[in-house]
């Protein structure tokens, strides 16, 4: 389990986290929703370790990363997968070279066993025939499936996403959110997902932390998100004229 | 402060990319591929230059030592000392710092950009080391290797101008340049290859790994890697002449 105490960061004079607590369910799609400069990114970063909160706890199983030792953090983070928001593949190897990466890096597994594993994430993934293509020869959704098979490849206890459907067209949002839930389903992964999409909010969202400001605003489940109270919350969701008359059709 | 700021992050991206490796092997390739890159890439520009300077050098000396109390085989003995010494390691050098230094830093930068050292550091692997201990490896066995071709190419370009134009007879310049010849100049050229081939590499990561988050600061950081490298390897032949000459 992750749970978050009392987060704070800032930039310079810029407050971004004001003293954020959340706890994440263990085997649930969690999502962090929230408008641009909310923070979510800033707060995700912060769990994976990428920036140090000024003030604060994040706790992996009680334990906090911010005060475990650098090589205590290397080995927690061979546990993590993380889907980022331009999928960050590595573009001078194949699709089959990044999915392989951790795997070579990590393990004493041999060669042939090493693919056997790509090529079941990447069946995983839905995408067959890419191995020996570069990065840059597949489409961006693509790209995204290809970071998914590698997040998964150590088998990983969590799994963190970043805006995984920003730039893609809403039918291949709904797969790769459908993918998302299938592993956190089948391999029973912490899943943390910032996202924007309120699509996928409201299908996937068993877990949802709203942030307004630096603060988390809101805590609850894609059923309790409808009938909220509360205002930012409900500015946020029914920004969009589409949801609002979603809302009088009584969307739910 | 700000320079303090900068050399602290520098020693501790230089601790961070000195510590073990997680496999040896997969840096092994990583060194391979790397010196191919920095040596074998650079092979074609450096001999150019060597060739050329060389035989600018012999004409150059030539010019200005003219007279009849001075011995043609002088100009041999200036053309290899002076290439041996400066010429081929700081001028070798600053060519690279352009050539290798911008390219490592714009790749290490368009790296950060993109997310992919985020994406190393979140799978748990040391990013410095990974990406940066072979780049500096490579650059400082493959880097003085290149002096090395560039003095013996420096020379014969020299033999060569002053054979071709008669400024010198090829007995005269060899015999000059036999007879200056010191070991100690070789091994302080050598020390001084080493030297900025680690400035090149090392200086070069530093500006790449922290550049901005836009492709615009990618460019400035390959421009200050270029800078800074230049200046740096200035710098540090000055403070190798005065300590070891």
Sequence with gaps: MIELRGIKKNFGDKQVLRGIDAVFLPGKMNMIIGSSGSGKTVLMKCIVGLLTPDEGEVLYNGKDFTKLKYTEKRKLRQELGMLFQYSALFDSISVEDNVAFPLRLFTDTPEEKILERVNFCLAKVNLEKVNKLLPDEISGGMKKRVGIARAISLNPKYLFCDEPNSGLDPITSTVIDKLIKEITVDFGTTTIINTHDLNSVLEHGENIIFLHKGLKEWQGNAAEIRDTNNESLNEFIYASEMMREARGRNFK | ?245
């Excluded at chain 2, 496999?23 to 040596?39: L, S």
């Excluded at chain 2, 013996?152 to 340049?177: E, P, Q």
């Excluded at chain 2, 070789?186 to 001084?192: H, L, Q, V, Y």
Aim: charged share 10%; with cysteine; proline share 2%.
């Design chain 2, 1 to 245: 402060m700000r320079i303090i700021y900068n050399l602290g992050a520098y020693v501790l991206l230089l601790r961070n990319t000195f510590t073990k490796p997680e496999k040896a092997r997969i840096y092994w390739k990583r060194f391979i591929f790397e010196a191919n890159a920095i040596g074998v890439e650079s092979l074609g520009i450096v001999a150019i230059i060597s060739l050329f300077t060389g035989g600018v050098t012999t004409i150059n000396t030539a010019y200005q030592i003219v007279s009849a109390l001075v011995k043609p085989s002088i100009i041999g003995a200036i053309v290899s000392d002076t290439n041996i010494l400066e010429f081929s390691p700081t001028i070798t050098c600053l060519v690279l710092a352009g050539k290798v230094g911008s390219n490592i830093a714009t790749e290490l930068g368009s790296m950060r950009v993109s997310e992919q050292i985020d994406a190393l550091e979140v799978m748990g692997v040391n990013s410095a080391g990974y990406l940066i201990f072979p780049k500096i490896i490579a650059a400082v066995v493959v880097i003085p290797m290149l002096i090395l071709i560039s003095m013996g190419l420096s020379i014969y370009g020299g033999w060569f101008m002053g054979k071709a134009t008669g400024i010198v007879t090829s007995n005269d310049f060899i015999t000059g340049a036999r007879s200056t010849f010191r070991t100690y100049t070789f091994i302080f050229a050598m020390i001084k290859s080493y030297s900025f081939s680690f400035i090149i590499a090392s200086v070069s990561s530093y500006q790449g790994y922290h550049a901005g988050g836009s492709s615009l600061e990618v460019g400035r950081a390959s421009t200050r890697a270029v800078v800074y490298s230049c200046v740096l390897i200035l710098f540090a032949d000055v403070i190798l002449a005065k300590l070891l000459l």
